[in-house]
């Protein structure tokens, strides 16, 4: 496949031009209470070429590998097209030539593991879940994605590539009286299968929060200072600052590119965030990106001043800043798009009883419960919460969504713990159509906000 | 019967195919200049099995079809025990769902489009990161079981989206169209996008408290997607949702009337059939406030004692496809218009919200009823919009907050770029919400 695919590649009548093609197995098993919803298994393969003309730029998705020649070529010839359309014409950045394979071979393969033996781990989370009296029902998903990918251009790259993660996530669901919470676990998250096992220690505090949910208050409405635990900040890291260091995010945006160029002082000189694809273990880990470049660690915040941007090879010449290889796609029929891998908040020096005691009034936020952003505006849930009052930690509180505005919230995060911990398990939509990609890891420590707005009754 | 139903009858009991190949042409414009011409064709399976009285499910993109029954086998063989058989045969109602022209629809066309668009909008502003994202499609879906379902169907789908970010910040405004056939986006909805546009170019930030909120179309998303938890026969059969024995009780206003029309004529949310081959039809969910009925698919039917009501798709919140499981969904859901001009709720506001989109919306605890998102859209003061949202959040449930809607508008329109890719639905003014401002 790949020799003939670069045979194609070679050939097209573009100024560039690559194809992906990809065989990609998944395995689900799902519980919905006790009933097992679904085992299944996917067997998907297919390609997507891209092209760059003249200036402009033309991408196609495809099934049948046959095809991929004339495709390939309708795609240039579109490409050339939106050239003759645009003033502006766009240009790739240099990227050096790889011709290799990596391939993985982790601890314990999930794809040497046997069915049984996945959903026999599953069955036995979810009868821990479901052992418990307020517990009504439960949600408890294995999942495993394996792809192998092959990437040519036109310039001579191929390469041989994996993808591999695991995860068991789900969620707890109780009730008392007319009041339903839902807490969720999430454990894997990367290649490792052995990272799935013996996790019953962390899954019951997960089911002990769902029932003292029932007993929480809703949060109050307002504006309130925070302190977020880690999973919470590595979400608003990723959801808040993240996706505006996206350089496909910004390429066309004025304002924002004006706003957000290098040396901008973001927050105070206790802020500093990365995106690292080269951690092995977390979600987030890639060699190489699907443009074929190799990921590596950038630093986006280095003491509150921007210093870096993740981008493709298209937008790394726009702006005329540095490669960083983050351009991925989750599936065989997506192009790529600027991802994180792992984005974390480097750890500081406070402490959590430090933080806890410096706010009179405010929350303490646990557990991220996902997140949205648009451009500057960010929203995201934490999974339950305490008041702080004091100085100190009191009851705790439910339903819990919050937003705020990238530019005056970086600068209100006033301390940093000294505590970094990764989420397991990765995240993150974007794109239409939207492109939801487990590869996308978040860490930080627990972060003091000084103001952001709680949604609440 | 198509051959894989044949194929995998052979080694399984029953066996149920859904096969679709899509094609689209989309393309996009991001800052007034052309981005990119996309052109896919994909075709996606699913196969699911029951074998020995156990299901099985497997999905493919262009897979090895050996393969396909093979896993749908092996799958059922750690499968739980299946509740109930594949759809059997049945004869579909006739849904206007295709047009040629759509489907002989080149780029060149798509982008003369979007060039009539872009040149409308430049002269009014020229300054404004202005996008439009235009896109025709093409769909063969068929469904068949070996009970005897035979569903087969063609679609065509042209859609346009356009809007912008207000200058400077991430809060975007969008408006759009969609049709199963080409069409010239109207003037009315560019001088409203215009209009709403230089509405926001200020900012406003109510006092935090209750006050009136009118529900535009596109923020429709807020309502139905909790009604679609709560009608949805998964989450009763699971006693899970919170209308569970409430069929024929008041959930809301009398003033609202929700329906699920499946089988509306040039709409491209039409299906003759639904994911599992069960025949489509239009059905009230909601009548004057009063819950009418659940949605429900096989399973979910079989679970409550009932048959299904053809609302087994496979969509989800995020995603959806032939990978996923057909679940109970609306296929096309519309809350019916009232009889007053939305301008005139805007006008008759001494200080209210008209919400155009909710930020976060995932993050809450919608199954139950309930949403607290950071609210986009304009404060109004004194019947008229002073600025756009900034630092605001709303929360409601919509069980309590829906009891009491002062109007609903005559205007009804898709909620494009919202959650919910189908359905339309009207302004709608409710009493109050609970807002988190200044």
């Known amino acids: 496949m790949k020799d003939r695919l670069a045979a194609i590649a070679a050939e097209l009548p573009a100024d560039y031009a690559d194809i992906r093609f990809e065989e990609n197995r998944k395995v689900r098993i799902l519980y919905e209470g006790k009933k097992l919803s679904e085992v299944a298994m996917t067997a998907m393969s297919g390609g997507h070429a891209r092209a760059y003309a003249n200036g402009g730029k033309a991408i196609s998705s495809f099934s049948d590998p046959e095809r991929a020649g004339p495709i390939a070529e309708s795609t240039c010839n579109s490409a050339a097209l939106v050239g003759t359309l645009r003033d502006k ?10 011709a290799d394979s990596f391939l993985l071979s982790p601890a314990q393969d999930p794809r040497r593991i046997s069915l049984k033996e996945k959903l026999d781990l599953a069955t036995h989370y979810n009868e821990m879940i479901l052992a418990e009296p307020n517990v009504i029902t439960s949600q408890t998903y294995y ?47 990367c290649e490792d299968f052995g990272r799935l096992l013996g996790r019953e220690d962390d899954l ?25 635990d880690p999973s919470e900040a590595g979400v608003f890291i990723h959801e808040a600052f993240g996706h505006l260091s ?5 390429q066309n945006n004025p304002a924002f590119r004006d706003r957000l160029k290098l040396q901008t002082d973001l927050g105070r000189p206790i802020l500093n965030a990365t995106d690292d694809p080269t951690l092995e273990g977390r979600p987030g880990h890639f060699v190489v990106d699907d443009e074929g470049v190799r990921g590596v660690k950038t630093h986006l915040i280095t003491e509150g001043v921007l210093t870096g941007r993740l981008h493709s090879r298209e937008t790394a010449a726009e702006f005329d800043e540095p490669l960083s290889g983050n351009m991925r796609a989750v599936d065989a029929p997506f192009t790529p798009l600027v991802r994180m891998s792992n984005v974390f908040i ?19 936020l646990v557990g991220s419960k996902g997140g949205q952003t ?31 505005e990238l530019f005056s919230t970086l600068q209100a995060i006033s301390m940093v713990g000294d505590d970094l911990r990764f ?20 860490g930080a420590p627990h972060v003091k906000i000084d103001a952001v707005t709680i949604g609440g009754v | 019967m198509h051959a894989l139903i044949e194929q995998a009858r052979k080694t399984v009991d029953q066996a149920e195919l859904y096969w679709r190949r899509r094609r689209t042409l989309t393309v996009g414009y991001q800052n007034y200049a052309l981005q990119q011409v996309e052109e896919n064709d994909l075709s996606s399976v699913a196969l699911r099995a029951i074998d020995d009285g156990k299901l099985g499910n497997a999905y493919g993109i262009f897979p090895d079809v050996n393969g396909l029954i093979d896993d749908a086998k092996a799958s059922a063989g750690y499968g739980d025990r299946a509740t109930f058989s594949f759809a059997p045969a049945a004869s579909y109602p006739t849904v206007e769902t295709y047009d040629e022209q759509t489907a002989q629809l080149t780029s060149q066309d798509l982008i003369d489009v979007c060039e009539t668009i872009k040149g409308r909008i430049h002269k009014a502003l020229p300054d404004i990161p202005f996008g439009i994202r235009c896109q025709a499609e093409t769909s063969d879906l068929l469904v068949e079981s070996s009970e005897g379902a035979a569903g087969e169907s063609r679609s065509t789908g042209f859609g346009i989206v356009f809007g912008a970010s207000f200058r400077g910040v991430g809060t975007r405004i969008l408006k759009g169209e969609r049709s199963i056939s080409p069409f010239d986006v109207g003037g009315s909805l560019i001088d409203e996008f215009i209009e709403w546009y230089r509405w926001g170019e200020d900012t406003s930030t109510p006092s935090t408290g209750r006050m009136p909120v009118i529900l535009a179309p596109e923020a429709a998303f807020l309502v139905l997607l909790p009604l679609l938890m709560g009608v949805s026969g998964d989450l009763v059969s699971k006693k899970t949702s919170p209308l569970l024995d409430r069929i024929g009780e008041p959930i809301f206003s009398e003033r609202l009337t929700v329906i699920d029309d499946p089988l509306a004529s040039g709409d491209p949310n039409g299906r003759p059939f639904d994911d599992e081959g069960v025949p489509c039809a239009a059905k009230p969910i909601v009548e ?28 989800a919140l995020f995603g959806g496809g032939a990978e996923a499981s057909p679940t109970p969904w609306f296929a096309n859901p519309q809350i019916e218009a009232g009889d007053e001009s939305w301008r005139d709720l805007v006008s008759g506001l001494k200080e209210g919200l008209l919400i155009t989109s909710g930020m976060g919306f995932h993050s809450g605890n919608y199954p139950q009823g309930q949403f607290a998102v950071q609210a986009v859209g304009y404060h109004i003061i004194d019947g008229a919009v002073v600025g756009r949202l900034d630092k605001t959040m709303i929360s409601g449930d919509i069980y309590k907050d829906l009891q009491n809607v002062r109007a609903v508008s005559r205007e009804c329109r898709p909620g494009v770029g919202s959650l919910l890719s189908a359905g339309k639905a009207p302004y709608i003014l409710l009493d109050s919400l609970q807002v988190a401002g200044a």
């Open chain 1, 246 to 250: 996206e350089g496909d995010g910004l």
């Open chain 1, 143 to 189: 999942d495993e994605f394996a792809s192998r990918r092959v990437f040519v251009n036109s310039e001579g790259s191929a390469i041989e590539y994996e993808l591999l993660n695991c995860g068991i996530v789900g969620f707890i669901v109780a009730k008392k009286g007319n009041v339903v919470q839902r807490v969720r676990f999430a454990f894997g998250g």
């Open chain 1, 423 to 442: 989420n397991e398990r990765g995240g993150c939509g974007k794109g239409t159509p939207m492109q939801t990609n487990r590869k996308s890891g978040t």
């Open chain 1, 346 to 364: 480097e750890p500081g020096d406070s402490s959590f009883d430090e933080m806890i005691s410096s706010i009179d009034h405010g929350y303490y």
């Open chain 1, 374 to 404: 648009s451009g500057d505006q960010f929203t995201f849930g934490a999974q339950w919460g305490f008041q702080i009052d004091n100085g100190r930690l009191g009851p705790m509180v439910s339903d819990i969504n919050m937003s705020g």
């Open chain 1, 89 to 98: 014409k766009l240009r790739l950045a240099e990227a050096p030539v790889i």
């Open chain 2, 288 to 315: 004057k406030g009063v819950l009418k009925d659940y949605i429900l698919d096989l399973r979910s039917a079989a679970a409550l004692d009932r048959s299904s009501n053809g609302n087994g798709f496979k969509r």
């Open chain 1, 204 to 228: 019951k505090k997960q089911i002990v929060k769902a029932c003292e949910l029932l007993d929480a208050e809703p949060v109050k409405a307002g504006i309130f200072p925070v302190i977020l």
